[in-house]
């Protein structure tokens, strides 16, 4: 398949860009979407010693059916699975979380989406280093890529950019599990097209807590505004922009409540969870 061979060529040439030898240990996170079951799929068939960690979120059929999803992938191409179950781990689901978090703001000023990246991102670096690994990788494509410097553009801070890449950068510290993304380079339509062509079992439809995101408008725009070439262009010319700045490595602290890797004295997801 022509498709096939475009995405594994783009994925090839990513991997090789970033050094990602053959024998790290990577742990795929996975989703239940395409684009997780794409980096799966390819990291697998590359010969590549990769594991699937998959989080329960806990948000009725539609976590159901991501979880079915991604046992049947995992069991179809032989890959060991981790579930982390949001509710048996945390206490509650994702949508509990959020809606207490909420509503100790000032009405809607955390997204949802913005909660559940902090936290999902939280549990991935914990659970990849107590599990042993050296490298998450995700289903970031280039369209997630490219909304992203877009809206740090259109927010003021395009600064947030500088450090984007296939492979998290200036970031050392044992605690702390580098990020990979092999799909930098494919676009999202690329990506559809495929894993209907393979029948991969995937969930189309977006998370129903998708609602009133900056990304969702900003995506919709592009797609409507932007044909596929002209979107490979931009992303190219951001790249060649922001790697025009050097970057500074950031210094890493433990965070007081839990200990994990972070910024500051206190990690988002803990900033998140002691909100009064
Ligand atoms: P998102 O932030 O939902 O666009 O997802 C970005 C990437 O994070 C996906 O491509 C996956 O690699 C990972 N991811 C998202 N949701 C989950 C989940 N529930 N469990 C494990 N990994 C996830
Ligand atoms: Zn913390």
Same mark, same amino acid.
């Given at each position: ?17 970033? &050094?990602?030898?053959?024998?790290? /240990? ?5 989703s239940g ?17 990769? @594991?699937?960690? &998959? ?6 059929? +539609?976590s159901?059916n991501c979880k079915?999803a ?11 699975? &981790? ?12 949508? +509990? ?7 100790? $703001? ?38 997630? @890529?490219? $909304? ?49 062509? /393979? /029948?991969?079992?995937?969930v ?73």
């Open positions: 398949m022509e498709l096939e061979k475009n995405i594994r060529n783009k994925i090839k040439e990513t991997l090789k860009k970033i &050094h990602l030898s053959k024998n790290k /240990k990577l742990l795929v996170a996975l979407g395409k684009d997780s079951a794409t980096t799966l799929y390819f990291l697998n068939k590359f010969g590549y010693s990769v @594991e699937g960690l &998959h989080i329960d979120l806990g948000m009725g059929d +539609y159901k079915s991604v046992i049947e992938l995992c069991s179809n191409l032989g890959v060991p699975l &981790h579930v982390y179950d949001i509710k048996k781990e945390m206490g509650s689901s994702m949508c +509990y979380i959020r809606t207490t978090i909420q509503s100790k $703001q000032v009405k809607g000023e955390i997204k949802n989406c913005a909660i559940c990246g902090v936290i999902k991102k939280w549990i991935l670096n914990k659970k990849a280093r107590e599990l042993g690994f050296e490298f998450i990788a995700t289903g970031h494509n280039l369209d997630d @890529e490219l $909304q992203t410097f877009l809206i740090n553009v259109f927010k003021g801070s395009p600064n947030l950019s500088f450090n984007s890449g296939a492979i998290t950068k200036n970031i050392q510290d044992k605690k702390f599990v580098n990020r990979v993304k092999p799909l930098f380079y494919v676009t999202e339509d690329d990506i559809r097209k495929f894993t209907k062509a /393979k /029948k991969l079992p995937v189309y439809s977006s998370c129903p807590c998708l609602i009133d995101s900056y990304r969702k408008s900003v995506r919709e725009w592009i797609n409507k505004e932007i044909s596929k070439k002209e979107k490979e262009i931009a992303f190219k010319n951001f790249e060649k922009i922001f790697s025009l700045k050097k970057s500074v490595a950031s210094k890493i602290n433990y965070c007081e409540i839990c200990e994990e890797p972070c910024r500051d004295k206190i990690c988002k997801k803990c900033s998140l969870f002691t909100l009064k």
